[in-house]
């Protein structure tokens, strides 16, 4: 069965520095979405993408964070300057349709020093 | 606001007792529910959606309006349905709205 992978599945970064979080999403899917966990809260919508550009995005996805999917595969998330606060757990997610559920990836788990 | 509230951070229960894992929403328009399941060290599975109204791994859970609740039930648990449980839900713009989760353990 088809998934979505992501990489790594864990980054240790030093506050300040960028970091990309990189997503391979199922190959026929059209809609691509990034969610966060902070350790002990709830997953939380990050921004959803179609058609090359963003559909909607949450009051977190700030200036600091951007997507992109620089080829035919790769979906990644970009975080410009890391914060202590990002530290989570990131999750990728792909649909065929909007309409369609959602398949995750394993998440990337971000740890700022 | 939408929201997802799913009461019970922990669930605890003997294997072949039922069991229920409590949802409830709060949602302008129609809403679409879903239960994902994640097991250990494993990444968030699709378990139902309620549009489909079927039956996976012996699980059901019925959209109740009135109520604003969808409950994921299931008349025997098993040990390997030891699992953190989520019922996100979505709108037209297709975000997930997301509750904290039901950490369920099925004692032997």
């Known amino acids: 069965e088809p998934e979505v992978t992501q990489t790594p599945s864990h980054q240790v970064t030093q506050m300040g520095q960028e970091v990309i979080l990189r997503c391979v999403p199922i190959?026929?899917?059209?809609?691509f979405y990034w969610y966060r966990q902070i350790l002990g809260q709830k997953v939380e919508f990050l921004v959803s993408?179609?058609?090359?550009?963003?559909?909607?995005k949450s009051e977190i996805f700030d200036d600091q964070f951007s997507v992109e999917r620089p080829d035919g595969s790769n979906f990644t998330l970009k975080i410009r300057s890391t914060k202590l606060e990002d530290s989570a757990m990131y999750f990728c997610?792909?649909?065929?349709?909007?309409?369609?559920?959602?398949?995750f990836g394993d998440g990337t788990r971000l740890s700022i020093l | 606001a939408q929201r997802v509230t799913q009461p019970e951070k922990l669930l605890s229960v003997f294997k072949g007792a039922p069991v229920e894992l409590k949802c409830n929403y709060s949602?302008?328009?129609?809403?679409?529910l879903f239960w994902y399941v994640q097991y250990s060290r494993q990444r968030l599975q699709l378990l139902l959606r309620?549009?489909?109204?079927?039956s996976i791994k012996g699980f059901t859970a019925d959209l109740n309006k009135g109520e604003t609740s969808f409950h994921l039930k299931k008349p025997f648990a098993q040990e390997e349905d030891s699992a953190m449980y989520y019922c996100?839900?979505?709108?037209?713009?297709?975000?997930?709205?997301w509750g904290l989760g039901t950490s369920l353990a099925v004692n032997p």
């Open positions: 996100p839900g979505g709108g037209n713009n297709r975000k997930l709205i």
């Open positions: 949602y302008s328009g129609s809403p679409e």
């Open positions: 309620h549009i489909s109204r079927e």
């Open positions: 190959s026929n899917h059209l809609y």
């Open positions: 993408f179609y058609n090359n550009e963003i559909s909607e």
């Open positions: 997610a792909s649909s065929a349709q909007g309409d369609q559920p959602q398949h």
